[in-house]
């Protein structure tokens, strides 16, 4: 007979049920797993019980009565096994396993977003590492041109060893220069964090096209870009132009908490 000592069965029930000795039978009673849950059962007088004995019990009210020991079931020799079916050998090779594919996204947010100009980063718009960023140079203005960048620290090296499928950024653009629509110029950055001195601007593609006060979710950036980060060779984003225009300001973290916020698609396998 199977062991059933843990099967969950409810007890509330009168009739006959099946428990597990725990304990030999002394005065009277001994202790036994009946439903899963270990009781004090009565013992019929004469009845030996041994530890681990299969016993027979009625439940009389809250009285649960041990009134036989059950018999193990007799031993049936096993059946002698069906040859496996013999197939001609055709020379063809077991196909290879297809390997487990897992998936999955990782939203990066920037651990620091900054403008640098004429040699420095800008502090007078705000904190240094959550300042807003800035493409170009304001008409009539006479400092220099200006970077704005986004610094992705480790997050995306957490999915080192995975392949990046799609990546895209979210950005606000602010008030500044004209209304009409602009694209941001993208910039792919070596550092992962703010460096003391210049960036290291290295690959570029067309950004985002927004007007003032517009929002994009979902600007796909290239695949290859966000696969570099996640292998640890690029850190992070910058909008740039060698030129004046056109004069852009995407919000950084401080004024608009997605600012920049990469969102990684992976698969493994």
């Not at 009277?28 to 009565?42: E, H, K, Y």
């Not at 019929?44 to 009389?60: H, N, S």
Request: net charge positive.
């Amino acid at each position: 007979m199977s062991d059933l000592r843990y099967l969950k069965a409810s007890v509330t029930r009168g009739g006959p049920l099946i428990g597990y000795a725990d304990s030999t039978a002394a005065s009277g009673a001994c202790t036994a797993t009946v439903g899963g849950i270990q009781t004090t059962v009565r013992v019929v007088a004469g009845l030996t019980v041994a530890v681990g004995d299969t016993l027979l019990i009625q439940r009389i009210g809250s009285l649960y009565l041990a009134t036989d020991v059950v018999a193990a079931a007799p031993t049936v020799a096993p059946s002698a096994p069906t040859p496996p079916e013999t197939r001609p050998d055709t020379g063809d090779t077991a196909p290879t396993p297809k390997p487990t594919v897992t998936t999955g996204t990782l939203a990066c947010s920037p651990v620091a977003t900054a403008t640098y100009r004429d040699g420095k980063w800008r502090t007078d718009t705000g904190p240094v590492n959550s300042a807003d960023t800035h493409q170009g140079r304001y008409s009539g203005s006479s400092y220099g041109r200006m970077t704005g960048c986004a610094f992705y620290g480790s997050k995306p090296r957490s999915l080192a060893g995975a392949t990046v499928t799609r990546a895209v950024l979210r950005a606000r653009r602010l008030s500044s220069g004209d209304y009409a629509a602009r694209t941001a110029t993208l910039r792919l950055v070596t550092q992962s964090t703010r460096p003391t001195g210049a960036p290291t601007l290295n690959e570029t593609t067309s950004g985002p096209s927004l007007s003032v006060n517009s929002t994009t979710n979902s600007f796909q950036i290239p695949i290859s870009w966000a696969q570099a980060m996640v292998d640890g060779t690029r850190g992070g984003l910058a909008i740039h132009v060698n030129s004046d225009s056109p004069y852009i300001r995407l919000a950084g973290r401080g004024s608009w908490s997605p600012a920049w916020t990469l969102t990684i698609s992976w698969r493994r396998g």
